[in-house]
């Protein structure tokens, strides 16, 4: 079963999905008193704005922090052109709305951001789960 946490003020609910992560520590970074993920709960969102707190949500690289104003759940992020990046000694990660086709036949439809995994080590492929990091992939 997937988890799934959600974190809200009067205003915005952040949603985290423990799986999607990639642990590449954007959040942590760029909100620090927001996000700490050795506490419990890891997300502090009273610790900063509602606008901050979506700007931030926004630049998560994996999808695993969406978010939704409150009294209207759906995703506010918007359509946008599909982008590719490559992150040094990291994933693929392709921003916006692409159609996945596996290879068992199922076709997923992935929006925001997908990281794929580059190292060949993910134990969730085609989609990355941060073990580049554990094998010290270069690339």
């Known amino acids: 079963m997937d988890v799934t946490k959600e974190y809200s003020n009067r205003e915005v609910t952040i949603v985290w999905e423990p799986r999607k992560c990639i642990h590449s520590g954007i959040c942590v970074k760029g909100l620090p008193d927001v996000f700490q993920p050795q506490d419990k709960p890891w997300i502090k969102i009273q610790a900063a704005s509602t606008s901050a707190l979506v700007n931030q949500v926004k630049q998560c690289p994996s999808g695993a922090l969406s978010f939704y104003m409150n009294g209207a759940k759906q995703d506010n992020t918007k359509a946008m052109e599909t982008k590719v990046?490559?992150?040094?000694?990291?994933?693929?990660?392709?921003h916006g709305t692409l159609n996945v086709n596996h290879t068992d036949g199922r076709t997923e439809t992935k929006d925001k951001t997908t990281a794929f995994c580059r190292c060949g080590g993910s134990a969730n492929k085609p989609y990355c789960d941060g073990t580049h990091r554990k094998i010290d992939f270069e690339g």
């Open 85 to 94: 990046e490559i992150m040094e000694n990291g994933p693929l990660l392709v």
